[in-house]
């Protein structure tokens, strides 16, 4: 098949749409598909680029906000007429989505929650519901994120569950065998905006300072929140147990995860703005490590995270019960390893990106 693949998210650029449409084009060009992609424009595109099994052509605009439609627009049209596919991905319901409604191509969306969740109460509903009934299947990360499609108006036998999956390899040496002459170490690794919940676990770092007085609190990634955390720790006096060191290299992610004894990302879910975490793929980078995670009871983070099982759940937006998580794992080292193990089995078996895509080639 000839398939192009529309995302206004894509590498460079280190984000979960960008990793899902990154996996979705290398697996499908690996099964011997003709695929073209159409991502932003990023410093390092054309070493990456040159790197993949499959063609790639850039938009400029990136940093236009909502005005980067257009120059998408033309860029997108320019590939389908070069590449005449036979069905497209678009990864992207606001700007491929949009796009391909009023064309007469094949096309397949792509769900995760919030794209859509946020126009739950707003005019363009109508538009974004039409645009899902008229492509020929939608792809939803978990249950949650069909629910929520069905809520929105679409119908439930157009919608097909494909989770996300996690790539590379455990490192050895797992932060989880925790080594006594240094800090225990919770992270995390995301966008450091609102919805994930940093905020949440720098609140409940003086009650964990209490009983883990070692403890090291790291944040890996940047975005609009870091200043304020910033402030929000030297408020709550936890400064010296807190580390930013903005964004890691993709080449340095495993060894982030592994250096880790928890991973913390207590998301939250603000219904009125529909800002929740539709899954999480970092939960799994973390599991691939064999790092346990500790998570909130909120969107698709249940489906990420097995409660007791593979990491623990707390409510959203409760320092306390993060907190006494923590405190918990902390503590109790053996059942903290088998969590992680747990974790780090599930991701490989369950969570296997050339099996999830080979499952989405047979539902093209």
Avoid at 252 to 281: C, K, N, Q, W
């Amino acid at each position: 098949m000839r398939i192009l693949i529309l995302s206004v998210d894509f590498p460079p650029h280190h984000d979960g749409v960008s990793t899902v449409s990154y996996h979705y084009a290398r697996r499908l060009a690996e099964l011997g598909h003709a695929v073209h992609v159409l991502g932003p424009a990023a410093a390092g595109d054309a070493e990456f680029d040159a790197s993949v099994p499959f063609g790639v052509a850039r938009f400029r605009g990136y940093d236009l906000g909502l005005l980067r439609f257009f120059p998408f627009v033309l860029q997108a049209l320019r590939a389908i007429r070069h590449h005449r596919p036979d069905v497209i991905f678009a990864m992207n319901i606001g700007y491929g989505g949009v796009l391909c409604r009023f064309l007469k191509v094949p096309y397949v969306t792509m769900a995760y929650a919030y794209e859509f969740l946020k126009f739950a109460r707003t005019p363009l509903h109508r538009l974004y519901r039409s645009i899902y009934e008229r492509s020929r299947m939608t792809i939803a990360i978990t249950r949650f994120t069909a629910d929520q499609l069905e809520a929105f108006g679409v119908r439930g036998d157009s919608i097909k569950i494909v989770n996300p999956g996690v790539a590379g390899e455990p490192i050895e040496s797992s932060g989880v065998a925790a080594d006594a002459t240094r800090p225990f170490r919770i992270g995390t690794c995301g966008r450091v905006i609102r919805r994930k919940g940093h905020d949440t676990v720098l609140r409940a770092l003086p009650a964990i300072i209490e009983k883990v007085p070692d403890v090291e609190y790291v944040i890996a990634g940047d975005g609009p929140r870091r200043v304020a955390l910033h402030a929000l720790a030297a408020e709550l006096g936890v400064e010296r147990h807190v580390t930013f060191l903005g964004r890691v290299p993709d080449a340095e992610l495993a060894a982030f995860y592994a250096s880790l004894d928890l991973f913390v990302m207590p998301s939250r879910h603000d219904e009125a703005t529909g800002h929740v975490e539709g899954f999480g793929i970092v939960y799994l980078e973390a599991a691939l490590q064999g790092v346990p995670s500790i998570g909130s009871r909120t969107g698709g983070v249940p489906e990420a995270i097995l409660d007791g099982e593979t990491g623990l759940l707390v409510p959203a937006e409760s320092p306390d019960a993060l907190a006494a998580a923590v405190i918990l794992l902390a503590r109790d080292s053996d059942r903290r390893i088998a969590l992680g193990g747990a974790a780090r089995v599930r991701a490989q078996n369950e969570f296997n990106w050339d099996r999830l895509v080979e499952q989405v080639e047979g539902l093209l």
